[in-house]
């Protein structure tokens, strides 16, 4: 077996350069007070969250260098448990603000999606939005 064949560095001798990189967390199933209709007080309802990450970034060496997946379910599950919210929108948005407070964070996209919101005439509905920092 050969030995694996190092990639060349990526830095300004290269003529290469690593500028940005987007992190992902698709998928994220939880549980959340969320509704504007008197039924949907006091009780849970499913949301599935998609969470894209621009980050900038000089390269990948260790963790710091990057953002750790862990802390973006956490901060979805940290918005959802703080409190019933009328409207998906104000979740998706506390939770990209949360996201953008990561270190090398620049630009966020969150979509929400509410399954149960239709059902069962449509498989879900929801909500996509960016925000970026200045």
């Given at each position: ?31 959340a007070e969320i509704g504007i209709y ?24 260790t963790i710091a260098d990057t953002v ?67």
């Amino acid at each position: 077996m050969a030995a694996p064949i190092p990639f060349p560095p990526l830095d300004a001798k290269s003529g290469v350069r690593l500028t940005e990189a987007t992190v992902f967390v698709r998928g994220i199933r939880l549980d959340a007070e969320i509704g504007i209709y008197d039924h949907e007080h006091g009780r849970r309802q499913p949301l599935v969250i998609d969470v894209e990450l621009t980050i900038e970034t000089s390269g990948f060496e260790t963790i710091a260098d990057t953002v750790n997946y862990e802390s973006i379910t956490a901060a979805a599950h940290a918005v959802a448990a703080s409190g019933h919210l009328k409207l998906v929108e104000t979740y998706a948005e506390q939770l990209a603000r949360a996201c953008l407070d990561q270190p090398h964070a620049r630009r966020v996209r969150v979509r929400v999606e509410k399954p149960e919101a239709l059902a069962p005439c449509a498989e879900a509905a929801g909500v996509e939005l960016v925000l970026e920092k200045a």
